[in-house]
């Protein structure tokens, strides 16, 4: 009993422990000697458990798993579910560890972790154009290994390299090349999943529906996702990239505010994003990086700015023209010219404690009520930012819902709040948390309502959670369901009663039975 939370019993106080804990020994021999499987006495087993914890907030916290397994190969993930079951265990599956309230290594209750880390090939078919990826690998595993074979092919998925494939594909997954090719998710043709009862499902033996699900239904509800089989995007040999910043006396809510009208608008070549930011202490300043990708040269680029959002007044040296792999490393911070293998490394540059939540907006939010933004950046000591990434383009040609992933035409951008600190405490945490929640109800006027939609993969448990150790009812669930899927809340229900109709797969946000 020793490694349950405490949290556990404070939570379901009536739940009396029927089956002891599983010994290691009774828990190997179900799944079979292969699988690495370690448990709190063993020596890797911290490093195991916090290596791929990309927001430390969690690292000291009770509620720990049982085992810690790695399959090394599918066989092993079926014994690995099967025998979790017979222990009455629950299971996280972790890819690349981002889910940003921990879902895929913490748990209220006695649980494992099956850590897809070793299942992580990329096999490329450049004349299909197509690629097969197991979902331990990360998005810039796979960019690098595309990029190693062809220098006009990419793929359109999120900016940080770090992230894993399996919770990314299965919530959506978008980046610079959304406007032009829509998100991750789109562009599964295929996969691998196995289900509750241990089965390998192909798309064809799961069927359509099931299929519709895990392609942007978010991860964690349906099974485990193996592998997708994925098609590959076409990208110019040359494309160009901006920063450009401005602070609030050069204008920057003037250009934010405009931004507003054009961003969703512009050719589907350019991506403009904004990054907002408090600079340094409590009662700084204030910038708005405009910070942009475009599928050509700087030679197309500059007289398209000066049609498109001549504000800006974009100049030929902010522009750097560079390869589509480049441009991967300089969204996620790096330079154009720093090695690609730092592509390969699976720990995020972002480390740091943070507390994120989302919002789409679908009117232009008026200057007044963003200098109201900026006024509550400044009561913050701490790093606080807004990432508004523009929608329009190739996403207003999908329909909402083609796949689960529901946010498509009618909205102008997606906003990320995220605020991050570097030294924690209870106390600190408390204070930014308090401070992220006040930013969210002051943007409930200038957002979207009804539901006021969130983006799945930016995981926020404030908006509301399941109930009874994850036995939710349908109606408590749609409080957060349909700000994540709106309109395909209930086909997800539909398929999940249908798929995994004993709830096997579940946390705090995975999909009721209806
Ligand atoms: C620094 C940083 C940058 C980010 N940038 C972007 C971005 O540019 N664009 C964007 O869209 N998102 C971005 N995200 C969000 C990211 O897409 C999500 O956090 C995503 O869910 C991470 O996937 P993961 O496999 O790394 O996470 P995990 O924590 O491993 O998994 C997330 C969820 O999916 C489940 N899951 C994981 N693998 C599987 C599987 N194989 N089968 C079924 N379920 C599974 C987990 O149990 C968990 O519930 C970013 C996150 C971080 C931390
Ligand atoms: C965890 O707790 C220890 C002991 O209280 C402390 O020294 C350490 O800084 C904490 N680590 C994190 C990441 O909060
Ligand atoms: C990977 O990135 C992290 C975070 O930037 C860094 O601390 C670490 O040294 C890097 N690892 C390698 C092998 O480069
Ligand atoms: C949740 O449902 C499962 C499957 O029906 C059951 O085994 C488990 O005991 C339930 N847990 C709680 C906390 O109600």
């Not at 939010?365 to 990432?387: N, R, S, Y």
């Not at 924690?424 to 006027?445: C, D, F, G, T």
Request: net charge positive.
């Amino acid at each position: 009993m020793a490694y349950f939370p405490l949290s556990f019993f404070l939570l379901l106080p009536l739940l009396s422990w029927a089956s002891p804990t599983p010994s290691e020994s009774s828990f190997k021999n179900c799944i079979g000697i292969a699988s690495i499987i370690l448990n709190p006495s063993s020596p890797l087993y911290t490093q195991a458990l916090e290596s791929s914890q990309q927001n430390p907030r969690w690292l000291n916290s009770t509620s720990k798993p049982l085992f810690i397994i790695t399959p090394l190969k599918e066989s092993e993930v079926q014994a690995a579910i099967l025998c979790s079951k017979k222990h009455k265990l629950q299971v996280r599956i972790r890819s690349g560890g981002h889910d940003y309230e921990g879902l895929s290594f913490l748990a209220d209750t006695p649980f494992v972790i099956i850590d897809l880390i070793s299942l992580r090939s990329i096999e490329i078919n450049l004349a299909e154009e197509t690629a097969w990826v197991q979902t331990g690998a990360t998005v810039g595993e796979l960019y690098y290994k595309i990029a190693q074979l062809s220098k006009v092919h990419g793929f359109p998925a999120g900016l940080c390299p770090s992230i894993g494939l399996g919770g990314h594909i299965s919530g959506g997954g978008f980046g610079t090349l959304l406007r032009k090719h829509g998100i991750a998710a789109d562009h599964v043709l295929d996969a691998y999943l196995i289900d509750a009862n241990g089965n390998l499902l192909d798309r064809k033996a799961m069927g359509e529906d099931l299929f519709w699900a895990i392609r942007g239904g978010g991860g964690g509800s349906f099974g485990i996702v193996l592998a997708w089989k994925i098609r590959l995007v076409r990208v110019p040999a040359t494309v160009t990239a901006f920063t450009v910043g401005k602070t609030l006396e050069e204008g920057a809510t003037k250009l934010f505010h405009r931004w507003q009208y054009i961003a969703n608008k512009l050719h589907k070549d350019l991506f403009i994003r904004i990054i907002a930011q408090n600079l340094g202490g409590s009662g700084s300043g204030i910038r708005a990086s405009f910070n942009s990708l475009f599928l050509g040269g700087k030679e197309t680029l500059i007289p398209l700015m000066k049609e498109q959002f001549p504000e800006l007044g974009l100049q030929e040296k902010d522009c750097i023209e560079m390869s589509w792999i480049q441009s991967t490393l300089y969204f996620s911070g790096y330079q154009k010219d720093d090695p690609l293998e730092l592509l390969l490394n699976r720990t995020t540059t972002f480390k740091a404690y943070y507390k994120a939540k989302s919002d789409f907006v679908t009117v232009p939010i008026p200057e007044t009520a963003l200098e109201g933004v900026w006024k509550l950046f400044q009561e913050e000591d701490a790093l606080a930012l807004m990432i508004t990434d523009p929608f329009g383009g190739r996403m207003d040609e999908i329909s909402a819902s083609h796949i689960a992933f529901p946010h498509r035409k009618g909205n102008i951008y997606n906003i990320q709040y995220m605020i991050k600190w570097d030294v924690n405490s209870n106390e600190i945490e408390k204070r930014h948390v308090q401070w992220i929640r006040k930013l969210y109800i002051y943007m409930a006027p200038y957002v979207s309502k009804s539901p006021r939609a969130a983006y799945f993969n930016y995981r926020d448990l404030d908006i509301g959670t399941n109930k009874h150790g994850g036995n939710t009812s349908y109606s408590e669930a749609s409080v957060w369901g349909k700000k994540y899927f709106k309109g395909n809340f209930k086909r997800l229900a539909q398929v999940k009663t249908k798929a995994d109709p004993g709830n096997f797969f579940r946390n705090e946000q995975s999909i009721p039975l209806l």
